[in-house]
């Protein structure tokens, strides 16, 4: 976990001290131009390991600590070199030869120029930091093998998740488009993204791949216990006492009428077994089978009841967001007329989707950067945005730093921020006296 970053001659005028928040959320704040988003691009090209990131920015040192214990120094030479320190290790050296030596080893991708790289199999055409982040995240062997072989003794930085302020439109890889279109694109190499497509319905497509996928698993599990439930019935030496029995199933039933608000079980809710002494050690087999099967769905259903109840009780006052398994998620009319996704307004959107990031999207342990997250959206659901956050948090295990220009979204969570500007003043008069 980060504790702190230091930078000195950030744009060669800004120097900073910033100390994160122990309450899992850090909002930095100040004038445009004192570097809020680039600070939150630093912390994500530190995690991708881009080391042109750095190269190409103006500065001259920065250091991170981390909470357990080690520091992570970052000097520039010159304009083409980066000098990494970790506590009392060897110095490694970033360059963009020696970064570029090593992105040229990957397997079926060519460089293009400095800062351009195309995929051999779909033609898909990426910049460095963008392919630093595929390799991070879709070949993460490939990643340890490489920051094994740039960066010995590296101490492991938290995983990153970057929400920028695009939000909305996301790029479609060149294998998407159509055949009579390629020829199109092929003319234009030199543009890093061809095409876009809206996010919220790439996430709803997501969304109901997780469900089938989940269905599937839970469908396997069942099959698997029920096939042999006779052998474990007669084998069943233990048996349960009333209380306890009837504790289990109410949760059981809990689950199950989840379950069936949205949508995911056609199943209908387990009428309550009579519990007799006789039939104790059966009904310990059954209630364990029952919890067993649904298992699978503990952690989908959390996620789903703070994304539907943040949206329809907090947010949407006219619209309603549904559950679906054809559709992942889907929209309707306070008058029960369906809604394409695509008529929801862009402040709509950009919650959709930033909800739909930080619950699905982010893993336990992840360190998420929000950039002006008050995007399109209106003073009351700014309002609300800390407060909803702090329960994602609480539920996902993750920290988060945001940049803002809005004084609305900090609400009265002013003890969270860190204001750059004033942050800036101080250094100066620590220099001054």
Do not use: C
């Not at 990494?84 to 360059?95: E, F, Q």
């Not at 030869?97 to 351009?116: M, T, V, Y």
């Not at 997250?373 to 730093?401: A, G, R, Y």
């Amino acid at each position: 976990m980060l504790i702190s970053i230091k930078i000195e001659k950030l744009f060669d005028i800004f120097d900073y001290n910033l100390e994160f928040k122990e309450e899992g959320i850090t909002i930095l704040t100040g004038p445009n131009g004192y570097g809020k988003t680039t600070i939150l691009k630093i912390l994500d090209a530190l995690a991708t390991q881009n080391g042109f990131f750095f190269v190409r920015l103006l500065f001259e040192k920065i250091v991170l600590r981390l909470s357990d214990g080690n520091t992570i120094t970052l000097e520039k030479k010159g304009n083409s070199e980066i000098l990494i320190t970790t506590n009392n290790s060897k110095p490694v050296r970033w360059n963009s030869r020696a970064i570029g030596k090593s992105l040229r080893n990957i397997p079926f991708f060519h460089q293009i120029d400095e800062n351009s790289w195309v995929d051999r199999r779909t033609d898909e055409i990426y910049n460095t930091e963008t392919l630093s982040q595929k390799i991070r995240f879709e070949l993460p062997d490939l990643a340890d093998e490489l920051n094994a072989r740039m960066f010995p003794k590296f101490p492991r930085i938290p995983v990153v998740y970057f929400i920028r302020e695009q939000r909305l439109l996301r790029p479609v890889p060149e294998t998407r488009i159509e055949p009579r279109q390629r020829n199109l694109f092929e003319l234009h190499w030199d543009k890093e993204i061809s095409a876009f497509s809206k996010t919220i319905e790439e996430y709803a497509k997501e969304l109901r791949d997780s469900i089938k996928e989940t269905l599937a698993k839970s469908s396997q599990i069942t099959q698997e216990l029920d096939s042999s439930f006779p052998r474990r019935l007669f084998d069943q030496q233990q048996d349960i006492s009333e209380d306890e029995f009837n504790e289990r199933f109410y949760k059981v039933k809990e689950i199950q009428k989840a379950l069936s608000e949205y949508g995911l079980s056609d199943i209908k809710e387990d009428s309550h077994p009579t519990y007799k002494l006789e039939n104790a050690k059966a009904l310990y087999v059954y209630i364990n089978d029952a919890e067993k099967k649904l298992a699978i769905f503990s952690d989908l259903l959390g996620k789903l009841k703070a994304f539907t109840d943040i949206l329809n009780e907090r947010r949407f006052t006219f619209k309603r967001i549904d559950i679906s398994k054809e559709d992942g998620f889907k929209f309707s009319t306070s008058k029960e007329k369906s809604l394409a996704l695509g008529d929801l307004s862009s402040g709509e959107q950009q919650e959709v989707v930033l909800l739909y990031e930080l619950l699905f999207k982010v893993k336990p342990g992840t360190l998420v950067l929000i950039d002006e997250p008050e995007l399109s959206l209106h003073v009351v659901w700014q309002k609300q945005f800390l407060d909803d956050l702090l329960k994602i948090i609480e539920l996902q295990k993750i920290n988060v730093i945001i940049a803002t220009h809005s004084p609305q979204i900090i609400n009265n969570h002013w003890n969270l921020t860190v204001d750059l500007e004033e942050n800036f003043q101080e250094k100066n008069k620590e220099k001054n006296i």
